[in-house]
């Protein structure tokens, strides 16, 4: 069982549609979390923290439940420029290791 | 403020041939990761450098891989010799741990190198 799990997808939806993103993580020991974003052959950007009060920034809104071991990203009002790969991002160890998941496709159609 | 720059950003090699990769993280920052992104995944940590020393080299396979940032500012990633399955995108990536703040563990990622092993 991998250390991160997501959907792969593709997620297509109309422009103005809301979507929402789930990952799971398997190791309880994690102390951070984080929602990257991925557009196609460019380089992962941070796009936001996850705490367990949730956070909110614009359209997007990001909920940890540690209990459960689940994060989710929530996008509202999706735009055509949403459209990319979202990496679920899991933070352990002393060293501060980041591990990905493998990425949810999302395609916002017009 | 200028990013974190790789080269080259595309190389193409055949099987059992060697290869490096260039990194130079953003100004300042202490911490330098080298990644291995394979088509259809996230990216995977191969190794982990503060300043000039290595932290986390536990998923570097070392038999072919190795990586150096001698005085820890730039560092370099080589394979030898390289086969098919290194086929991917590697992923250099830069950090500032700011302790004022709390843990700041944002990662600058650089435009990543594509390699294709034939």
């Known amino acids: 069982r991998k250390e991160v799990e997501q959907d792969p997808g593709p997620f297509n939806v109309p422009e103005g549609a809301t979507v929402a993103f789930n990952c799971t993580y398997s190791?309880?020991?994690?102390?951070?979390f984080f929602w990257y974003r991925q557009d196609c052959r460019k380089e992962p950007k941070l796009l936001m923290s996850?705490?367990?009060s949730g956070n909110e920034d614009g359209r997007f809104t990001a909920q940890l439940n540690r209990a459960s071991q689940y994060i989710s990203l929530l996008i509202r009002d999706s735009k055509l420029s949403d459209s990319a790969t979202y990496l679920c991002?899991?933070?352990?160890?002393?060293?501060?290791?980041?591990?990905f998941g493998t990425g949810t496709l999302l395609a916002v159609q017009p | 403020e200028a990013g974190v720059a790789q080269s080259p950003r595309y190389k193409i090699i055949e099987k059992r041939q060697s290869v490096a990769f260039w990194c130079n993280p953003i100004?300042?920052?202490?911490?330098l990761y080298w990644y291995q992104q394979i088509l259809g995944q996230g990216p995977k940590l191969l190794i982990q450098?503060?300043?000039?020393?290595?932290?986390?080299d536990s998923q570097l396979p070392k038999d072919r891989f190795s990586a150096e940032r001698l005085k820890g500012v730039d560092s370099t990633l080589k394979i030898q010799p390289a086969k098919l399955e290194d086929s991917a995108v590697y992923l250099c990536?830069?950090?500032?741990?700011?302790?004022?703040?709390?843990?700041?563990?944002?990662?600058?990622f650089g435009p990543g190198t594509r390699l294709t092993v034939t």
């Open positions: 990536a830069s950090s500032s741990l700011n302790r004022d703040r709390g843990h700041t563990y944002e990662q600058y």
């Open positions: 190791n309880s020991a994690s102390q951070s």
């Open positions: 996850v705490y367990s």
């Open positions: 991002v899991v933070v352990r160890g002393a060293t501060n290791k980041l591990i």
């Open positions: 100004s300042g920052h202490a911490t």
């Open positions: 450098f503060q300043n000039n020393g290595v932290v986390d």
